[in-house]
């Protein structure tokens, strides 16, 4: 069974960086599953995307976040990335790493303080 676990989320000041980390227990190679992303939900809010990234290292981010946000992997490390620059108010949210679509992690708390 396939497990994503997240880390390096908390509580930062307005303007402050984060990264993200998110570790598959599997290879990722192995499952023939190119994308893997972020999600993001805030409270009353529906899930949103942050950005993904394919294995060959294409990436997709949410307009909110561009030129603030980078997402990264290393296939060797079955891990993907997110450093999170320039951290907003409105970046608060439970952080979501996936694996394809079929693969979720419990989610991480990032809280911007104003």
């Known amino acids: 069974q396939v497990q994503l676990v997240e880390s390096g989320g908390g509580l930062v000041q307005a303007g402050g960086s984060l990264r993200l980390s998110c570790t598959a227990s599997?290879?990722?190679?192995?499952?023939?599953?190119?994308?893997m992303g972020w999600y993001r939900q805030a409270p009353g809010k529906q899930r949103e995307l942050v950005a993904t990234?394919?294995?060959?290292?294409?990436?997709n981010y949410a307009d909110s976040v561009k030129e603030r946000f980078t997402i990264s992997r290393d296939n060797a490390k079955n891990t993907v990335y997110l450093q999170m620059n320039s951290l907003k108010p409105e970046d608060t949210a439970v952080y979501y790493c996936?694996?394809?679509?079929?693969?979720w992690g419990q989610g991480t708390q990032v809280t911007v303080s104003s």
């Open positions: 990234i394919t294995a060959r290292g294409n990436t």
């Open positions: 996936t694996l394809g679509v079929q693969f």
């Open positions: 599997v290879s990722i190679l192995s499952l023939k599953i190119s994308v």
